[in-house]
C-alpha cells in the first residue's frame, strides 16, 4: 500500500520576491474576479509597494489613472494618520474605491466601466477581503490553521490559495527541493551500479508508487520509507552483503543530507 504521509503542497513568503509575487498575484486576482480595471497598492508616502495593471490603457482608462496621480497626494495626507475602512468616488471618467489596509497604506481600484454604488455589494466586499488578506501578507504574518481560524472563510480560503499559487511557482527554487534534487540522483546512480538499467527503473517505479509522491516533494519520512524498499529489492538481487554494505553508507549519506542547512 502506497505510504499514507501527506504533502503539503503550500508555501510562505520566505523572501521579498515571493512577497511580492503574493501581493501582485492578490491584486491580479481581485482586479480580474470583479471585472475591475487597474489595481494598486500604496503607503500613505505615496510608494507604490504592488500593483496590477493592464499592459496597454485605453483612453479613459489612462485618463482615470492619470486623475488618481494628480490627487495621489491629496489622498495620501487624507489618509496619514488615520484608519480609513473605504471609499467610493465617481468621476466623469469612472470610478475609485479606496479600501484601507492598516494606517499606513490602502489599497485602489479603478474602473472605468459604468457601475451603480446600489449594486456594487459584493464587489465591495471581494476589496474588503483582498485588503484583510493584503494586510496578512505586507505585515509577513504566518499562514498555519491557528492564525487562519481567526479569520472568516473567504479571507482563510484565499490566503491558503495563495500559499499553493507560491508553491506551485517558486518551490523549484527552495532548498528542499534542491536536496531532494541531490538524494534522487545519489540513489539513482548508486542503486543503478550495483543492480544494472533495467531493475534499477522497476525499482525506483515501485518504491516511488508505494511512497506515495515524486522525488521533488518528499521529506525525510518519505525518504526513509524510500530506503527501505529499495535496499529490500536490492537485498534480493544481490544478497545480503551487498545490501547491508549500502545501506550503511546510504543512510549515513541521506542524514547528512536531510540534516544539512544548505
Known sequence: MPYASKVDKTMGAETVG???LLLETELGRCREDNALDIAMFLGVDGRIFASSIPNELNPREYRLLNLLK???AHICNQLSGQNMMM???Q???GTVIISGVGDRAFL?????KPVEITKMQGV???VVTTAIVVRHLFEEKPVTPEVLAAYDEAVAA???RLTRILFVQKFG????FKKNKEIETYFRQRLGSLIGPGPLEETLTLAYNEVGTSSAYMTRDHWNRFLRLVLEKLREIRGDTVADRAEKEWKTYLDGVLSSFV
Open 18 to 20: 515571493h512577497l511580492k
Open 70 to 72: 494628480g490627487n495621489l
Open 87 to 89: 471609499s467610493v468616488e
Open 91 to 93: 468621476f466623469e471618467a
Open 108 to 112: 485602489v481600484f479603478l474602473t472605468t
Open 124 to 126: 465591495l466586499a471581494n
Open 158 to 160: 484565499e490566503l491558503k
Open 173 to 176: 527554487e527552495t532548498k528542499e
